[in-house]
Nanobody, 127 residues
Framework: QVQLVESGGGLVQAGGSLRLSCAAS????????MAWFRRAPGKEREFVAA????????AYADSVKGRFTIARDNAKNTVFLQMNNLKPEDTAVYYC????????????????????WGQGTQVTVSS
């Protein structure tokens, strides 16, 4: 079992920054691929970023590439999402996800591949 708890969301002006954290419980954290997804009002949940178990390989949605950075600290069972140059269209509930369904040496961008989810944290970017 893996439990995920996100924090760090809030209200920020366009151009600002936020850092999301996701604390994970469970002994398998360092084996699992971790990802961030988001759901904007009236839209489906979408992939934001993912990192493999070692943290050496990461992937990003085109809409956030160059602005967001995913990182993990396996010693602290935590994954982060640093968000810079935020835009109003980044407004969404952000979810941390973990997968034990595939090898942690790879990443996937479809939410059906992830079997553990946090409760979400709201990010609101004002213009």
């Amino acid at each position: 079992q893996v439990q995920l708890v996100e924090s760090g969301g809030g209200l920020v002006q366009a151009g600002g920054s936020l850092r999301l954290s996701c604390a994970a419980s469970g002994r398998t954290f360092s084996s699992n691929t971790m990802a961030w997804f988001r759901r904007a009002p009236g839209k489906e949940r979408e992939f934001v970023a993912a990192t493999t178990n070692s943290g050496r390989t990461s992937a990003y949605a085109d809409s956030v590439k160059g602005r967001f950075t995913i990182a993990r600290d396996n010693a602290k069972n935590t994954v982060f999402l640093q968000m810079n140059n935020l835009k109003p269209e980044d407004t969404a509930v952000y979810y941390c996800a973990a997968s034990t369904r595939f090898s942690g040496a790879y990443y996937r961008q479809d939410d059906s591949s992830y079997n553990y989810w946090g409760q979400g944290t709201q990010v609101t970017v004002s213009s």
